[in-house]
């Protein structure tokens, strides 16, 4: 049997049509198939690869750390360099009160996480999502994710969960004394790139604020540069109470964290103690590589010239079937306005040997958010064969 059917017949399958592409080897923006083929990964394998493909310092850290130790023990008992030097990096990017970090293995996980903390620290069982936002696939996620076509045939979730509209002032009076955590998406990502209107987001602090409800933002997406700054948070002048990491955070090895009050994440340790516990959290050669990634984003300019390749990436994807480029920095989207043609130029874009996407709720865009390595001409390169897509399906 070829690698296609064994893979197929034998790994656990979500779709019944994957991408099928067969990869051998990735290097910077490029993955190159097993015919030698190379493509251009538009997408960061969904805003993972931050820094390209196999950078070499974050290799050279999973390298040498690997070399020395790799699991030792469940975490929160032993003393990992990596991980401490990793969780003090990355409080030094953040507000005092964003000073205690607990790392997990993923994104669904951190938020997992996130719920909890909110619940065990204000005592309170409500929780609140928006409609159109994604925040993992394990039960506590869906649960405040908002899109009933992902759900349906899931349920019961958790009880005691409301669903907002983002950028709805009217219905966020529906916080109240009663909610432990509103859980948001600062830029909306799979709901199709939806930025928050002005004032929307400080309003929702406010409103969080005087009730005593856990703001708790979701950056699995847009954390790490992909905006323009190394949070998206730092753009709207507002703290939350808990910030939820992963995705990029390991340059392409699966880490993710929330980060806390140190008095909050305390709440963990008592009543019961072990109040969240994991295996593979905080794993050595995960929190090496993500060392390696946040040293590389603050001892390089890539984070201050987002902006600019955003702005050449505006300049250039002007064609009559895109109704409208909508996002932030290296988050943005083309908008087809319909799904018919919007998957066409998805696959036909693929066909190119550029790598993209759709988003779970809006199968009309097509997703660009490149490793922000990605250089002036590769971007040129990209935009030209997104172009020759779109007009191949046009004929
Ligand atoms: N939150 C957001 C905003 C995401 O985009 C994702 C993944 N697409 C998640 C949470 C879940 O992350 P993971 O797949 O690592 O569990």
Known sequence: MTQRQLFLQHVAQTSDAPLMLEMNRAEGIYIYDVEGRAYIDLISGINVSILGHCHPNVVKAIQEQ?????????YGEFVYTPQVQLAKLLINQLPESLDSVYFVNSGTEAIEGALKLAKRYTGRTEMIGFKNAYHG??????????????????????????????????????????????????????????????????????????????????EIQTGYGRTGTMFAFEQYQIVPDILVLAKGMGGGIPIGAFVASKEMMDCFTNRPVLGHITTFGGNPVCCAAGLAVLQTLLNTNLIQQVPEKERLFRELLVHPAIKEVRGKGLMLTLDFGDTETGQAVISACIKQGIITDWFLFADECLRITPPLIIEEAEIREACSLVLEAIESVMI
């Open 66 to 74: 690997a070399a020395k130790y790799m699991h030792l023990m469940v």
């Open 137 to 218: 696939s394990t039960h506590g996620a869906m649960s405040v994710m908002g899109g009933e076509f992902f759900l349906r045939n899931y349920r019961p979730l958790l009880p005691d969960v409301r669903h907002l509209t983002f950028n709805c002032w009217e219905g966020l009076e529906q916080i109240s004394e009663r909610t432990a955590c509103v859980l948001v998406e600062p830029i909306q990502g799979e709901a199709g790139i939806l930025l928050p209107k002005d004032g929307f987001l400080q309003y929702l602090r406010n409103r969080c604020t005087e009730v005593g409800a856990m703001l708790i933002f979701d």
